[in-house]
């Protein structure tokens, strides 16, 4: 089901909700040297979402930069295996994969013996 396009309706009908019951309801907006008058308060409230957005923007970016500098490290660091590493002989990997299986299976029926779940 398309969550996010449910959602974005919602928020888009609550808006437009919000900008009906505000029609008649005007405020001044000063810049400093320059006041605007009789604006709508919804267009007020839209423009400081949109420049809300838009401030948290490099932020958002910031972050997923430094999430993907940290994959790529982490991949560079799995894949490029140093050279003074020794291999593992596949040998010992097995003894202790099936040790751990053996032992892992003791503990499953130690457990089911017992009554345990």
Same mark, same amino acid.
């Given at each position: 089901?398309?969550?996010?396009?449910?959602?974005?309706?919602?928020?888009?009908?609550?808006?437009?909700?919000?900008?009906?019951?505000?029609? &008649?309801?005007?405020?001044?907006?000063?810049?400093?040297?320059?006041?605007?008058?009789?604006?709508?308060?919804?267009?007020?409230?839209?423009?400081?979402?949109?420049?809300?957005?838009?401030?948290?923007?490099?932020?958002?970016?910031?972050?997923?930069?430094?999430?993907? &500098?940290?994959?790529?490290?982490? @991949? @560079?660091?799995?894949?490029?295996?140093?050279? &003074?590493?020794?291999?593992?002989?596949?040998?010992?990997?097995?003894?202790?994969?099936?040790? &751990?299986?053996?032992?892992?299976?003791?503990?499953?029926?130690?457990?089911?013996?017992?009554?345990?779940?």
């Amino acid at each position: 089901m398309p969550w996010r396009l449910i959602i974005a309706i919602i928020v888009f009908i609550i808006f437009m909700i919000f900008a009906a019951f505000n029609l &008649d309801n005007r405020c001044n907006i000063s810049f400093g040297f320059k006041v605007i008058e009789q604006v709508p308060v919804f267009i007020t409230v839209f423009f400081s979402f949109i420049v809300g957005l838009l401030c948290a923007l490099p932020l958002v970016l910031h972050i997923r930069k430094k999430r993907n &500098d940290k994959l790529l490290k982490l @991949k @560079k660091r799995i894949f490029d295996e140093p050279a &003074d590493m020794e291999p593992i002989e596949p040998s010992s990997i097995d003894e202790n994969i099936k040790q &751990d299986a053996l032992s892992a299976r003791e503990r499953f029926f130690a457990k089911r013996r017992s009554g345990k779940k």
